[in-house]
């Protein structure tokens, strides 16, 4: 049984920075690429960034150069600092993992955490 446990989501004003946590339990195979998605009301999910156990990264074009992740390999865990915080970075992110990096780009993910809500508004 895979499980994956977010936390630090929350309200910010614009420029602010908040940093996500995803911590994920079970069959480690499942986790050799973790990464976030987001979901704003009324939008498709969209990748936000991925990592894989080797440590190869891929970011939104709308987030490069504000976003950073990173994971935790001995503790299965993945952060994602996000610094420069706009309003249209509201959504709710969702923890995401899978054995393969391609499935989980193209969002066709093995496992799925709960989400937590990101608001940017002053």
């Known amino acids: 049984q895979v499980q994956l446990v977010e936390s630090g989501g929350g309200l910010v004003q614009p420029g602010g920075s908040l940093r996500l946590s995803c911590a994920a339990s079970?069959?480690?195979?499942?986790?050799?690429?973790m990464g976030w998605y987001r979901q704003a009301p009324g939008k498709q999910r969209e990748l936000v960034a991925a990592?894989?156990?080797?440590?190869?990264?891929n970011y939104a074009d709308s987030v490069k150069g504000r976003f950073t992740i990173s994971r935790d390999n001995a503790k299965n865990t993945v952060y994602l600092q996000m610094n420069s915080l706009k309003p249209e970075d509201t959504a709710v992110y969702y923890c995401a993992a899978d054995g393969a990096l391609f499935r989980l780009l193209r969002g066709t993910v093995g496992y799925w955490g709960q989400g937590t809500q990101v608001t940017v508004s002053s």
């Open positions: 990592i894989t156990s080797a440590g190869s990264i």
């Open positions: 079970g069959n480690i195979l499942s986790f050799n690429a």
